[in-house]
T-cell receptor
């Protein structure tokens, strides 16, 4: 089992560009979420989903969109990249005790 | 959502037992306490979860007093590889809109 996978590992964007960060899981978990982590800080929740077809906003949703058409995939779309979105992005799923399993992260730099 | 407070950093030596205490004064009745470990350039990794009293697994113990307003993660006989950031979180694990507030965590440095 791969667990939670994320692509790409690294990405550099110019201000105003859009892109999609991919997240996939093979753990059959209903709950998935996206976080961002800035240097020396804790994680902040961007969006989450409690099942296919259901998404909701977290603490810092502005500038990001998500969709959940299948249980396995939960892509995060940056609409118009800004330097303030330079961060490390983690996708996570939650097990039956709501313990979270994280992907390896995507390191995004916006110039 | 209950907020947690942890020391910003701690250091210890190989072979010692390390205890990291977290305070969560406004923990709710249904909230569980969960600890994660994060190495640089990696996502957090689940360590242990508990509701009350003591929980032990193969890597750590979690002590929770009766009032549940704090908890202590205990790492026995640490090694250099335990150098990481440790996060304490509380939340209602039965809530379908499960959200957690992540603080800055405790940076633990283990010295030889």
């Amino acid at each position: 089992n791969a667990g939670v996978t994320q692509t790409p590992k690294f990405q550099v964007l110019k201000t105003g560009q859009s892109m999609t960060l991919q997240c996939a899981q093979d753990m059959n978990h209903e709950y998935m979420s996206w976080y961002r982590q800035d240097p020396g800080m804790g994680l902040r929740l961007i969006h989450y989903s409690v099942g296919a077809g259901i998404t909701d906003q977290g603490e810092v949703p502005n500038g990001y969109n998500v969709s959940r058409s299948t249980t396995e995939d939960f892509p995060l779309r940056l609409l118009s990249a800004a330097p303030s979105q330079t961060s490390v992005y983690f996708c996570a799923t939650a097990g039956r005790r709501n313990e979270q399993f994280f992907g390896p992260g995507t390191r995004l730099t916006v110039l | 959502l209950a907020k947690t407070t942890q020391p910003i950093s701690m250091d210890s030596y190989e072979g010692q037992e390390v205890n990291i205490t977290c305070s969560h004064n406004n923990i709710a009745t249904n909230d569980y306490i969960t600890w994660y470990q994060q190495f640089p350039s990696q996502g957090p990794r689940f360590i242990i979860q508990g509701y009350k009293t003591k929980v032990t697994n193969e890597v750590a113990s979690l002590f929770i007093p009766a009032d549940r307003k704090s908890s202590t993660l205990s790492l026995p006989r640490v090694s250099l590889s335990d150098t990481a950031v440790y996060y304490c979180l509380v939340g209602d694990r039965m809530d379908s809109n499960y959200q957690l507030i992540w603080g800055a965590g405790t940076k633990l440095i283990i010295k030889p």
